[in-house]
């Protein structure tokens, strides 16, 4: 068991060094943080060179292989034991494997093998947590708005981070809270907590309107909250800026705190999808 570690932990160290300037699972729906100055290209080059040197480590490339052969077995492509040999039993099933990602087909291994083997691997170890039904209390909605949920992207939800949010709006205080548990899926999946604190510019009997929000990394968001029916979006302008945010791509996102069971069941045939796609079985 030790040794199957070692070998997971071999593969990521390689493929981390693209993730580390902007981890894939932040990129689905968190606002980017500071990255480092260093290009993709660049990090790609230290992961090849890093490989090159396993090649020419008797040890250290067999426990790289072995951790392939766990991945490729997982997969279902056939190979076993794991013996940290590349043969031609193990080349034949990285053939196939290529040709079913769309990589180039070369039997061996390189970095865009090892990274979509490691990408595939934490989709099959996702988790899918039950979320909390959408929950309000309005009884007193001329002083105050309580309403719980989970945020989901108007055009699509992406499962690799997940928030729960109560949002809290108080007229006597003109805030708007809005208390948030992430669960951010990933080699290592992370929980977070964090509170966003709104000034509310506008509140009549129809609607709540914040001010724009500036306290996340390179973003910039706006709460509204429809009363009738009660709807709450969350309207999320990321932005590139000189420094660090230079290398950030600026888009425009919108955020709807909906139903938990729903989302749960949404992200459930996601996984079970992707999941089909992953696996190689016998025809």
Known sequence: MS??????????????????VTPHAAQATDPPTASTPTSTSSMKEQAEEQLDAMR??????????????IFL??????VGPFNGKLDEKTKQALTTYQKKTGLAVTGDINFETLTRLTEDDQVLNRIVPYLPPLQSRKDEEDKWVDVQGSWMLKEGNNDDVLHTSRVTCMREFQRCIDSTASLVNGSAPYLKVHTHVYDIKEWDANKIVSLPYDG?????SI?????NPLVVTRFVTVQSSPGPCAKVKSEDRQYVLDDGPKIYKILKVQKSTAIQQILQVAQ
Not at 3 to 19: D, E
Not at 56 to 69: A, C, D, Y
Not at 73 to 78: H, I, L, N, S
Not at 223 to 227: M, Y
């Open 223 to 227: 709460l509204r909250i429809s009363k």
């Open 3 to 20: 040794h199957m570690i070692v070998s997971i932990l071999m593969m990521f160290s390689l493929v981390s060094l693209v993730f580390s």
């Open 56 to 69: 020419n480590n008797p040890k250290e490339f067999r426990t790289l292989i072995t951790g392939v052969q």
């Open 216 to 220: 996340e990394a390179c973003a910039i």
């Open 73 to 78: 077995g997982r997969f279902g492509y056939g």
